[in-house]
């Protein structure tokens, strides 16, 4: 009789033990991730953190502890309000928890001390990180230490409108080989701007329209100077090649010229452009891997394989068919308590796994980050990662991380607008870039 | 007296603070930035002292075989290193396995040694294997230290036998932080594009201001002076309109008519022109419609000066002069223009300073281009320190080019007081003179 009693009470202190031992352990976490140049295709690279924040919560949970998370996600459309705002957030210690930027970033945000190595919080050998491409791993570190986790890969190649290739002579076994031949280094710029002109006299599309490159500053154009011949970076150092630089000028203003390139072409309206290419009103351009998302999704191109080939960025004199890869990276920002720090880092682990990337991968039309997101049928499925995969990214260079390349890029793209524009020659334009690169950058660059 | 004197400070104290603020700070603030190297990579707060490899590039002209050492990361199982894991109060298995089987061994990468750690009989978690892998660290590789004497004293202790000027190369090339500099004035000075941004300043300033803010202001005055008073403000309130249309949407009223698929692509289309986009397809193009753009939001200001101006001439001097026989152009000539003497200095004056400092609508229709054609020298200090595609943003030399613009700014400005005779002006109504 009086066991009972005794068994209710020891319950009652079991359970008040209980729920107070919760309360002890039960913690609230904030999570903001900001993320740079995201339009409606790139949301899993915020909401792939919220899937993640679901998973830890669980795993947390089995461990006993009550964490919540609450996940705060800022996407920015355009790239120069996106740095300008997190750089100015991370001066003023505001900055989010995660960013995502190119991997360009990690050079100037680690020296000013903007960003913290994400090395220093998770295991690079367990998976999925293992998992992770070593090249991309390489471009996401910085003097040796892995800053940031890939959050996609891509490539930029030249796009060609297959009917008017074909109008001009190409048969589809031609089409078919196009891309091996501008691999091989058979079909080259000069060639590119031929056909360009071809369709243009052909009437098939306006003047202007027969080779239709990107409206504004962007990695993009790294691939023609690498094209030509041009080395960005060699033994820690930037590298500026002239003659490299010359050619990759001068074609730009042989396009003008010969007027398959409009003068005009620089700072036109983005949509105007998208919606150009998506109809065929150009012929040949060059863009992201991403771009099939936004030609299929926005701009209603639905037979994308039946009008458009994709090709490396073909080879320039002295230079080589390339394509770049602009991996955007999860980098986590200083100034924030450790703990909260050691989840962000543990979400982005977590937003890396095969099947949760693949999520972004096709619905961005970006490329996988690591060798498994190949093996998941989602992904392999899609016929635009696989092939773009395949023939793309074995030949993918990236942008350096150096600290003072942001200085030479500004440099390179004023100059190369003054050139394409007529606002300069090309020589002085080279020249102007070269003064400029020796007094900006002294013995930081080598110019030769 | 004395009291009232002292009342007369408290009271104007708080518009003293406020400038002191928001006028002069700045202006202090972009001068001390100015001679600055300031950019992202160097951050604004400071730096710190880091041995990375990039900073070893320019060690090793100086002193190779010390730089090559302390490339050297390494990671050593000592018992120094062992005593701080134990303070680190981990499973105690952890400590006694790596005295055991490890002591004595050295690891040439952080993450060699983690893979050691991780395969201890009692496997740490990932946050205390990366604790227990920094005990052991005995390198400076990439470690930040806050001050000089921090990097002085790791470097002692490491062993490194550096003489005080070889410490001082170190702290030189390793240090990340800004340093005081005189070259951003060189480099404005030297660089070719900043002659032609300035040269493109003075042809907008210069343009707009007589054309526009000046030139037809004055003759929008003299329409409306002659209308009659509904009229007279109907026309007024419809120029007022750029004015009060928020920049944006003015701006891309401007450029709908403008662009390839825009108005005046589409009207001549209709005769057969191929659309093009007519706001960026020539630099002549660009300046026309940079010019249009901001003369005819900066012709109210003059226009409505104008006009009360001339509404304060006595009726009586039309009234006499068309008694005279005199017409409308000698009216102009010889009564309003001479009468108008101050007013349009005033609005020139003015409106040469604020032209000097807008960029806004230059840089939401054209963006300064195309090809830098229309990048004024404002909207260059933007660019330059606060917005570009490559996100590397150049504070000391976008601070430097913005005090170029405060030294233009306030010498006009005293020039513009000596011309305007200031005491003169203040003495006595001018325009009833």
Redo the contacts between chains.
Sequence with gaps: MTILPTLKSLAVAAAILASSSAIALAKDVHISVWAGGTGPNDVYRLDAIEIAAQQLQREAALKGEDLKITVEKKPYSA???F??AL?LAA?AKTAPNIVV??H??I???S????IVPI????????WPLSDIYENLLKIAS????VYGIPQDAESRPMFFWKPYMKAIGYSDADLDALPQSVQDGKYTMKNLLEDAKKMQDKGLV??GYGFYPRT???PDYWQFYTSFGGTMEE???LVFDKAAMTRTYQFFADAVKSGVT???H????GD?WWKEVATGKAGIWDGGTWHYARLVNQEGLKDFFGNVIFTLIPAGEGGKANTLTHPLVYLLTAGHDKEDT?IAAQLIKIASEPRTNALHAVKSAHLGISKSESTVDFYSADRWTREATERLLPHANAMPN??????Y??IM??NL????????TVDAAVG?AE??LK??LGDKIVIR | MKSSRTLGLVMIAPAAVMIILFFLMPVVLTAVFSMTNMTTATGISGGVYQIAPNSLIALKSAMPEIAAEMAEPRYTIDEAGLTAVEGLGMAPGIVAELRAKHIGEVFPARRDVERMIKDLAERPSTREVKQTSEQFNRSVLNTRFDSKEQLFSALDNLGFKLTPEQKEIVAKTTYTGWTWTTENFSRMASSPDMARVLFNTVLYVALVLTLFNVGYALLLAIWTHYMPPTPASIFRGIWLLPRITPVVIYVLLWKWLAWDSGFISILMGKFGYLPKNYLLDTAYNAWFFVVLINGFIGASMGMLVFSSAMKAIPKSQFYASEVDGASRWQQIRYIILPQMRWPILFVTCYQTLSLLASFNEILLATNGGPGNATEVWALAAYHTALRNYAGNLEYGLGAAMALVLVVIGVTLSLLYLRVFNYGTLVAKPLIED
């Design positions: 790239w120069e309000d740095k300008q750089t001066e930027s190119g360009e970033d050079a100037p945000w020296q000013a001390g903007l090395e220093d919080y998770v295991d690079l050998d367990s910085y003097n040796g230490t306006q003047p504004s500053n962007g033994g820690g150092k409009k003068k005009n620089i700072g036109m309206p105007q050691e150096n600290s003072d390349f942001g200085k890029w500004n793209w004023k607008e003054a050139s394409w524009t007529g606002a300069k102007d003064s400029e007094s900006t």
